[in-house]
């Protein structure tokens, strides 16, 4: 769908603006009440945001809070090879690391090891970490950042183990009841490698998983990071799964009348938001009603 073209601003190339109106007849209603809303003229694309929670146009491209959510997050992991009982892998997190992703950067930031707040494979078959509250490693104002640290030690005398870290998942959840999905695999963290010795072996990152294999007995100490992006604990991309369709250019015409059921009281404001685009540009008319709903 045309979701796409909500969320840009409008272009400068002349396009018309939607001949489009929207009216309602009344703005109190009781829950479970039928609020008809009534169209007319025309609209290449046409959209409907209840304004309930996860609902709202204003948030459509992007959630913003005015304080930072507690974060969480969650993996899950699998471990191969080498010498059973060797833990190999640290998790830690930081909310001081500037985003430069070198050794003497990463050495300078405070990372806390929170392996201990984690559940680890000990098999091929995969384990879920739990969910693990970051609440007490956040700053008022700054991101987080998670890192995974494969260590091999000993490594002239014990076969090292393969990890693979996959079902990545940060949220932040907000005191107005909202929940920010910051990420949900590897891919949307964009994590980075950072390696530490001069041994060739590193992280692989794939869209889904991060993997780091096992060194065999007899090679040198190994010390490599995968870090994070900055995870903003205030926004979060918007899905804009709350919004409803109601004309593409693939679906008829421009409907004359739409039904929505609202089942909690509240105050909502509603958005009809008409769309003409072209590859020449676009043009918006949006048009918001403040229901009350008792």
Request: with cysteine; hydrophobic share 35%; aromatic share 12%.
């Amino acid at each position: 769908m045309m979701l796409g073209i909500i969320a840009t601003s409008c272009s400068d190339i002349e396009v018309e603006t939607p001949s489009f109106e929207a009216r309602l007849d009344k703005l109190n209603y009781k829950a479970g009440d039928t609020v008809r809303f009534s169209f007319s003229g025309k609209t290449d694309y046409l959209y409907f945001f209840s304004g309930e929670l996860g609902k709202e146009y204003s948030k459509r491209s992007i959630f913003e809070n005015d304080v930072n959510g507690n974060a969480e997050f969650s993996f899950n992991s699998n471990v191969s090879g080498g010498t059973v009982g060797v833990n190999n892998i640290r998790v830690l997190v930081s909310n001081d690391f500037n985003s430069v992703y070198d050794k003497t950067n990463v050495q300078n930031a405070t990372w806390v090891d929170i392996t201990d707040k984690v559940v680890l494979g000990t098999t091929t078959t995969n384990v879920a970490s739990g969910v693990v509250d970051l609440s007490p490693y956040q700053a008022e104002g700054k991101p987080l950042f998670i890192a995974y640290r494969y260590v091999g030690s000993n490594t002239q005398t014990t076969a090292q183990r393969t990890w693979t870290i996959g079902a990545f998942s940060f949220k932040t959840k907000h005191a107005d009841g909202e929940v920010y999905v910051n990420a949900t695999s590897v891919s949307n963290a964009t994590f980075t490698n950072v390696t530490f010795d001069e041994n060739a072996t590193q992280w692989t990152v794939n869209s889904a998983s991060l993997t780091h294999v096992g060194l065999a007995a007899g090679n040198l100490d190994d010390d490599d990071w995968v870090i994070s992006s900055a995870i903003n604990l205030k926004t979060a991309i918007g899905d804009a799964t709350g919004v409803v369709t109601l004309r593409t250019l693939n679906t008829g015409f421009t409907p004359s009348s739409f039904e929505y059921v609202y089942q909690t009281p509240g105050t909502y404001k509603a958005t009809v938001a008409a769309v003409n685009a072209t590859s020449q540009g676009r043009k918006d008319k949006v048009t918001e009603f403040t229901i009350v709903v008792e």
